[in-house]
């Protein structure tokens, strides 16, 4: 079965240079969602899109940004990246709309950001 | 704010032993109650999850969880670990009306043979 496809899965950087990544969801997932994770932390949420538009907002820097496109994927561009910003990447897809419970709710593998 | 608090880090069992893994929360309202597991380099899966009725859930791969409102946890349990469950488990629980997951600070359970 089709799963939520990330890439890159790993990804070297050096500070104050840009990254995006992107996030392929499950065909007929409108919603996609990103979450960061850094070492040994538990994920937090980043930002989340529904039928392309900005649904929620979560602890994202300003550097940050985001975008879903007319094929529902998903591109996660990060600028001036810092040190602190080396951590996995998740990204999640769900059928469910704002304000529905995640019946269903399918993670990527992640994409491994390292910031040297 | 609301919270999800696991207050075990690390728990290390013996293979065949009984799991029971800590979950509370803090909300005013009754949330969304998620289990996920996460294995090294791996994305999080989901094992069940709690939204009303029975208070004991069952989930994937023999794990099950019980809903404890007068204490509001939710703690996950399976009678009998085997090497494979050896990962890092999260709960995680989501606010009503909000689109977001907010997860605890996640255990990450050994297995020794």
């Known amino acids: 079965a089709a799963g939520v496809i990330q890439s890159p899965r790993h990804l070297i950087k050096e500070k104050r240079e840009t990254a995006t990544l992107k996030c392929y969801p499950i065909?007929?997932?409108?919603?996609v969602y990103w979450y960061q994770q850094g070492p040994g932390q538990d994920p937090q949420f980043l930002i989340s899109?529904?039928?392309?538009?900005?649904?929620d907002k979560g602890s994202i820097p300003d550097r940050f940004s985001a975008q879903q496109f007319s094929d529902y994927h998903s591109e996660l561009n990060m600028s001036s990246l810092e040190l602190g910003d080396s951590a996995l990447y998740f990204c999640a897809s769900s059928l469910e709309g704002p304000g529905q419970v995640y019946e269903k709710l399918f993670f990527g593998s992640g994409t491994q950001l390292s910031v040297l | 704010a609301q919270s999800v608090t696991q207050p075990d880090i690390h728990i290390t069992v013996s293979e065949g032993a009984s799991l029971e893994l800590r979950c509370n929360y803090s909300?005013?309202?009754?949330?969304?109650l998620f289990w996920y597991v996460q294995s090294p380099g791996q994305g999080l899966q989901l094992l069940l999850k709690?939204?009303?009725?029975?208070?004991l859930v069952q989930g994937i791969k023999g794990f099950e969880a019980e809903f404890k409102r007068s204490q509001s946890s939710f703690n996950l349990r399976k009678p009998s670990v085997h090497w494979s469950d050896a990962a890092e488990y999260f709960c995680a629980v989501q606010i009503q009306g909000a689109q977001k997951l907010v997860f605890g600070q996640g255990t990450r359970l050994t297995i020794n043979p």
């Open positions: 899109f529904y039928e392309k538009m900005q649904s």
């Open positions: 065909p007929r997932h409108d919603t």
């Open positions: 909300y005013g309202a009754t949330p969304y």
């Open positions: 709690y939204f009303s009725g029975d208070t």
